[in-house]
């Protein structure tokens, strides 16, 4: 009989039935709302976007800046700034926006320069500003660049396929989808559904078994087995059980990454949709003649049908 676990943190009681724990991205399926100042936290922000959405918000912060002191220039009349070149031919708006670039930026040409107290005051406070923009900018670079993170590919799809000692088994495969080598990796699996209770509705909790949790190295594929026997939460269980109980297996995989030298962590999770019943994968990887193994992460998610072993659904 399987055992049933502690909340690990998602919950017990809610008054609606519940979608998905976790995304498949490894994201919980939770959404704040309400305002609150101490919710804001920049760096973290910049840190988790991506690097698209990372460089956008630096150049729309860039041109923001650059605008606001340009029109701070513009406001101190015509004699604030003044250039080398007296028929530049250039507007005199155009003229403070690529002075603050320049001056931003520390580039300093000389073909334009501030005169008079107030304007050479601007100036240096938006090369201060400037300064420390980019030196907050740098590091932020850095930190992404030097932020731990795994990239770990999940089968899209568990299987149900028949195992050793007539039982079947349930099986996702998982790989390193970069050229660095994870050890000591471990992987856990959980699973939950939901029971309505008089209109309350209940998860449940129930440690899955694995048999092997723990490897030494990853740089191939990784099936990871849970038999469905009588110990197993799934023993006896069809798919319309799944189905109307929303069965949903979580997996957290962690492992040394030898480039960042240090531990990194990845998410996912199995819906009953996501499940095929009656399958077997087909190997990911395949031996050369020279005795190399080539892995296709391409191959994560192939599998063929199979027959299950009568004896258990």
Known sequence: MAKQTIDPGIGEKFNARTGRVLNRDGSFNVHRSGFDFRRIHIFQYLIRITWFQFFLNLFIAFVIANIIFASAYLMLGDGALKSADMNSGINHFWECVFFSVHTITT??????????????????????????????????????????????IYSEKAIVSPFQN?????????????????????????????????????????????????????????????????QSP????SFEDHKDRM???????????????????????YL??????????????????DGAAILDVGKISAYEKTDLHPLVK
């Open 107 to 152: 580039v300093g040409y000389g073909n334009l320069y501030p005169y008079g107290f107030t304007a050479n005051i601007l100036a240096g406070i938006e090369a201060m500003t400037g300064l420390l923009g980019f030196s907050i900018a740098t590091g932020m670079v850095y930190g992404r660049f030097s932020r731990p993170t795994a990239k770990i």
């Open 234 to 237: 799934l023993y006896g269980k």
């Open 166 to 230: 007539h039982h079947n088994a349930l099986m996702f495969r998982l790989a390193n989808l970069r050229n660095s080598i994870l050890m000591e990796v471990e992987a856990t699996a959980l699973l939950t559904y939901i029971e309505n209770h008089n209109g309350q509705f209940i998860r449940q909790y129930y440690g899955i078994n694995l048999v092997r949790n723990k490897i030494s190295y990853l740089p191939l594929s990784w099936t990871l087995v849970h038999v469905i026997d009588e």
């Open 272 to 289: 009953y949709r996501d499940i095929i019943w009656g399958a077997r994968f087909i190997p990911a990887f395949h031996v050369q003649k």
């Open 247 to 269: 069965y949903e297996i979580l997996i957290t995989v962690k492992g040394f990454d030898e480039t960042y030298g240090d531990i990194v962590h990845s998410r996912t999770s």
